[in-house]
């Protein structure tokens, strides 16, 4: 199934599945992203490791993991710059990962008051991934749940088709737009 963003296993998922059932509580406090970054904190300080087989381009690992995000784009979730030296339309997803061992550098990083530099995070990058489980973990595809029924035991993750130009007009105050090459 395509998707524009990201797929992600673990702990983010499954506080983006949370938020999304919490929607009138987003509404209610006016911090949206606020309360969702606090929500993923507290998945993730509580989080059980969830142990993958791992293949990028052909290279194979396993590792016991409290989230795997498969990015096209630099953020995830609630806004988390998770690959902020990942190259839009480079042709590689990047892969972030965080092990049990670095829960406690990432809780830090996501309660601190201003952004404390690069995230704590493990990163690789490829262009073919295939990621498999023996218990199912929360999936997201972009903003979406599939259900876990159709990934019971893995996922592939490939770019299909040549990339697209997306272009951002310019902005009101008359400063330039952006444009980019994305998958």
């Given at each position: ?17 949370r ?20 929500k ?17 381009d ?21 806004r ?35 952004p ?19 218990d ?6 972009d ?8 990934h019971?035991d ?12 997306i ?7 008359n ?8 998958r």
């Open positions: 199934r395509p998707f524009v963003e990201a797929v992600g296993l673990g702990s983010l998922a499954k506080s983006m599945m938020m999304e059932a919490a929607e009138s509580a987003k509404t209610k406090s006016g911090d949206e992203l606020g309360l969702a970054r606090e993923f904190r507290k998945v993730l300080g509580e989080a059980k490791p969830i142990r993958f087989d791992i293949s990028v052909g290279r194979t690992f396993d590792a016991e993991l409290l989230l795997i995000e498969v990015l096209n784009v630099t953020y995830a979730g609630p988390l710059a998770l690959a902020p030296q990942g190259g839009l339309g480079d042709g590689l997803f990047d892969i972030i990962t965080i092990g049990p061992d670095q829960r406690a550098n990432v809780l830090d990083w996501l309660g601190a008051p201003e404390m530099g690069p995230p704590p995070v493990t990163r690789q990058q490829g262009a073919k991934i295939r990621l498999t489980w023996e199912p973990p929360p999936l997201r595809l903003d979406d749940w599939p259900s876990g029924a159709k019971h893995g996922i592939s993750v490939q770019f299909e088709g040549d990339p697209i130009t272009f951002v007009p310019e902005r009101p105050e400063k330039p737009g952006r444009s980019g090459t994305t």
